[in-house]
Nanobody, 123 residues
Framework: QVQLVESGGGSVQAGGSLRLSCAGS????????MAWFRQAPGKEREGVAA???????SYGDSVKGRFTISKDEAKNTVYLQMDNLKPEDTAMYYC?????????????????WGQGTQVTVSS
């Protein structure tokens, strides 16, 4: 059974940085795409960053140049480095996984989800 557990959220001032972690179990990265999504109160869920088995990445327009997704396959962990944070980045951040070999549809068809970690950015 695939399980995803996020950590690393917290409160930070605008311009600061945070690194989120997603520890996975029950699968191997060789067949999976991993992604980070976020959802703020009253807003739709938004794709933030995704990475495929080969390490190819995709980013949402609002975070390009500020966020970086990476993975450590030995630790079965995916990271989201978030720099130059803005108040509009405030949201619950979720890790997700799906069985896919490419990022052809980076924000669609995710099956497995973590419980989320809260990120709050103050101005």
């Amino acid at each position: 059974q695939v399980q995803l557990v996020e950590s690393g959220g917290g409160s930070v001032q605008a311009g600061g940085s945070l690194r989120l972690s997603c520890a996975g179990s029950g699968y191997t990265y060789i067949n999976y795409c991993m992604a980070w999504f976020r959802q703020a109160p009253g807003k739709e869920r938004e794709g933030v960053a995704a990475i495929d088995a080969d390490g190819n990445t995709s980013y949402g327009d609002s975070v390009k140049g500020r966020f970086t997704i990476s993975k450590d396959e030995a630790k079965n962990t995916v990271y989201l480095q978030m720099d130059n944070l803005k108040p509009e980045d405030t949201a619950m951040y979720y890790c997700a996984a799906k069985t896919a070999s490419t990022l052809e549809n980076p924000w669609e068809n995710y099956v497995y989800w973590g419980q989320g970690t809260q990120v709050t950015v103050s101005s």
